[in-house]
């Protein structure tokens, strides 16, 4: 079992800049590859970014591309999502994700996720 905990989410105004952070704990957790997804309010679960088990490889969704940021630290098991030029769209509960194998933009693919931190951008 791997747990996951969010948190940095918050209260921005657009154009501002937030850091997520996701803590692991339990089975090795750094070696799983991790994921960032959010939900708005009636809207389904969208891939925001994903990174490898070693932090080499990196994936973003075409909308946060050029403005966000997946990172991972092994030694502290904690995957980071820095998010510059926030937009009102952004706006949405972030979950964290891990996953054994290759990094996916598919969110069946994950067998962990944590519980979400709100992020709210305001025009």
């Known amino acids: 079992q791997v747990q996951l905990v969010e948190s940095g989410g918050g209260w921005v105004q657009a154009g501002g800049s937030l850091r997520l952070s996701c803590a692991a704990s339990g089975r090795t957790a750094s070696n799983y590859a991790m994921g960032w997804f959010r939900q708005a309010p009636g809207k389904e679960r969208e891939f925001v970014a994903t990174?490898?088990?070693?932090?080499?490889?990196?994936r973003y969704a075409d909308s946060v591309k050029g403005r966000f940021t997946i990172s991972r630290d092994n030694a502290k098991n904690t995957v980071y999502l820095q998010m510059n030029g926030l937009k009102p769209e952004d706006t949405a509960v972030y979950y964290c994700a891990a996953k054994n194998g290759m990094y996916s933009s598919s969110y069946n693919s994950y067998n962990y996720w944590g519980q979400g931190t709100q992020v709210t951008v305001s025009s």
């Open positions: 990174i490898t088990w070693g932090g080499g490889g990196t």
